[in-house]
């Protein structure tokens, strides 16, 4: 069947892209768009073309991702998918930020918290706040990107620390921003990434670092990572899930 045809070809979308093959799931992505339009399958296109933005993006081709990225939270208001909508105009924020289009961005990001916030949607709040944060990072304005990020770690359940362990150190940036998480009392994850391009040396340089520059953050999972080909991102989004259920525990006082 057609319809079942064009599922195929969104699953083998997102199966590529998650295994970084994006050329064929860019084809996969425009193979299900087109016959999902051909079809008149509504929220199976709305779908694809979200997430073949998605696979655009990865390989650079903004024009293409904001092309599809448009349409798709077009089609997300149409349907009244507000969580989806926002998840849409998410990505129309960094999209926007690629093209130095910043003005944009800060519509997108207005927009896309304001119906975070009426669905209760903690993941669209945090989302929207951090990506202007960047905005604001890039053009100068680092008191205002503090002040957004700091809303989006506040907004969140669970933050992920992200280290690149390229540099070499823990930065200064990096030390301020785990304050900022540890001080809001949101529960943290520490993913060091690009781990695998590393030698013995300097893996253990790398640990020392953490030692010494995040000494108060001693009590957070660390995982080793690689987000290009995937190794240990799966433990670091279990640790996630388990820190999310944590998190959301609430005692009772004794009486």
Request: hydrophobic share 45%; charged share 20%; glycine share 6%.
């Amino acid at each position: 069947e057609r319809k079942a045809l064009a599922q195929i070809y969104w699953i083998n979308l997102n199966l590529n892209r998650f295994h970084q093959n994006l050329n064929v799931a860019q084809q996969a992505g425009e193979k299900a768009i087109a016959l999902a339009r051909e079809l008149n399958l509504e929220e199976l296109l709305a779908y694809s073309l979200n997430d073949t933005a998605h696979a655009y993006s990865m390989s650079a081709q903004v024009k293409k991702a904001k092309q599809v990225s448009r349409e798709a939270a077009e089609l997300w208001e149409k349907m009244d998918n507000l969580p989806m909508l926002a998840d849409s105009l998410g990505g129309l924020v960094l999209l926007s930020l690629y093209a130095g289009e910043f003005e944009n961005a800060y519509v997108y990001s207005d927009r896309a918290y304001a119906i975070s916030q009426g669905t209760n949607n903690i993941w669209g709040q945090a989302y929207s706040r951090y990506a202007i944060g960047v905005a604001d990072f890039e053009q100068g304005n680092i008191d205002l990107a503090i002040e957004h990020f700091e809303q989006a770690i506040s907004d969140a359940h669970v933050a992920i620390l992200v280290l690149d362990a390229h540099s070499g150190e823990v930065a200064e940036q990096d030390a301020t921003l785990a304050g900022h998480i540890l001080e809001s009392g949101t529960a943290v994850v520490i993913a060091v990434n690009k781990w695998d391009g590393l030698d013995a040396d300097q893996r253990q340089w790398f640990r020392d670092q953490l030692e010494r520059r995040l000494p108060f953050l001693g009590f957070a999972e660390r995982y080793f990572i690689s987000a290009l080909h995937g190794s240990g991102v799966g433990d670091l989004f279990a640790a996630v899930r388990a820190a999310d259920r944590a998190a959301q525990i609430k005692v009772s006082t004794p009486v």
